[in-house]
């Protein structure tokens, strides 16, 4: 039986679509239980890691827009104020 094969396109789908992820939303995007799998095709993405949080945060520097001090931020809404795709 082949090994699945995970795509970096999906994640990199996912995140220009959502802004940020946390590990579990991209473990859960990749169908895999595995931390390394991701870090394998998030290493092909050119990608940023939240400096807050512990670095619990994901994005792409093509999404991340720094302000003059060198900082981007993006508002995390507490989960019953966060908007839902149907």
């Given at each position: 039986?082949?090994?699945?094969i995970?795509d970096?396109?999906?994640l990199?789908?996912?995140?220009?679509r959502?802004?940020?992820?946390?590990?579990?939303?991209?473990?859960?995007?990749?169908?895999?239980?595995?931390?390394?799998?991701?870090?394998?095709?998030?290493?092909l993405?050119?990608?940023?890691?939240?400096?807050?949080?512990?670095g619990?945060?994901?994005?792409?520097?093509?999404?991340?827009?720094?302000?003059?001090?060198?900082?981007?931020?993006?508002?995390?809404?507490?989960?019953?104020?966060?908007?839902?795709?149907?």
């Amino acid at each position: 039986m082949r090994p699945p094969i995970f795509d970096a396109k999906i994640l990199r789908q996912y995140l220009r679509r959502h802004k940020i992820a946390t590990l579990t939303d991209l473990k859960r995007v990749l169908a895999t239980d595995v931390d390394i799998t991701v870090f394998r095709k998030l290493k092909l993405l050119d990608y940023r890691t939240s400096y807050t949080h512990r670095g619990s945060y994901y994005t792409l520097k093509e999404v991340a827009h720094f302000d003059d001090s060198g900082l981007w931020s993006h508002q995390v809404l507490p989960l019953r104020y966060a908007a839902f795709d149907s």
